[in-house]
């Protein structure tokens, strides 16, 4: 029976029919049993978002992955929203690991926490369960496309490695998530190497195109002109300068890295 196998949750925040999900769900296919979960449409930028305006419901759909006939869950709500249907509802069991992706985009920087990708996996982190966000760097203007053209071999084998390694070794308490980012030009053989989240906002705002604040229109984003000033060991250097896959550990834990006591006594004292 499937229950007496390893259990992955599959999700994305590209939506259900992404082949980027189902490149990851066929790479994931020979390490146990994919149960595949996410959001009925697009929700890219969705973080770890649980809107009450989601409607929840939840429709199985037949999808051909690797020859062989799947059934798979679309959710009508966020890719965190998913996870919690998936664990909740559709799963015999508490997965052994969540797997988020694989992205149609990089998820570096300080802009982690607006990902739907890195937003599911850090909301299994929160459930006690082991997440993987995986994100391919791709031109931006794939990014919200369902394109043929991204190659996402080399990010298959890398979902595949990461999440046997981590249903083999159990990661430190405070990580909560990892998360991994693939060069577009990477292969099998591309080095990786872990990082810090580079504190540096990677996709720059900018204002909206239009002439009246009566027309609808989107904020849009560049990434950066430079990178000067980085510390070699980010995340954003390692992936587009470096060219290395990088795996950034994430903790839940939000809390400023400061001497608490010091800070207290900041805050109580009186002005002169």
């Not at 994305?12 to 029919?17: K, S």
């Not at 999900?21 to 296919?29: D, G, H, K």
């Not at 965190?80 to 992205?103: F, T, Y």
Request: hydrophobic share 40%.
């Amino acid at each position: 029976m499937k229950d007496d196998k390893i259990q992955i949750l599959l999700t994305n925040d590209d939506g259900i029919a992404s082949p980027g999900l189902w490149a990851a769900a066929e790479a994931l296919s020979t390490i146990g049993y994919v149960n595949v979960v996410a959001p009925r449409e697009q929700a890219s930028g969705a973080g770890r978002s649980l809107p009450a305006t989601s409607d929840g419901v939840i429709r199985p759909e037949s999808m051909t992955v690797g020859g062989r006939e799947w059934t798979v869950y679309a959710v009508g709500g966020t890719p965190a929203q998913a996870v919690l249907h998936g664990v909740l509802e559709i799963l015999p069991r508490k997965p052994d690991l969540v797997v988020s992706g694989i992205n149609y985009g990089e998820n570096v920087g300080t802009g982690v926490t607006i990902s739907g990708t890195v937003g599911a996996a850090l909301e299994a982190g929160a459930l006690g369960i082991p997440g993987l966000a995986v994100s391919l760097q791709t031109d931006p203007r794939f990014h919200l496309s369902y394109s043929r053209a991204v190659d996402f071999s080399a990010a298959q084998h890398f979902t595949a490695l990461f999440a046997r390694l981590m249903l083999i070794n159990h990661l430190p308490e405070d990580v909560d998530v990892l998360k991994v980012d693939i060069p577009s030009d990477a292969t099998a053989v591309t080095p990786w190497t872990v990082t810090r989240l580079g504190r540096h906002r990677y996709y720059e705002p900018l204002p909206p195109r239009r002439a009246s604040w009566e027309e609808r229109a989107a904020v849009r984003f560049q990434t950066p002109a430079s990178l000067e000033g980085l510390p070699e060991d980010s995340d954003i250097v390692t992936l587009v300068v470096k060219r290395l896959v990088s795996v950034t550990p994430l903790s839940l834990d939000l809390t400023a890295r400061v001497d608490l006591k010091e800070l207290e006594a900041l805050l109580r004292k009186q002005p002169t």
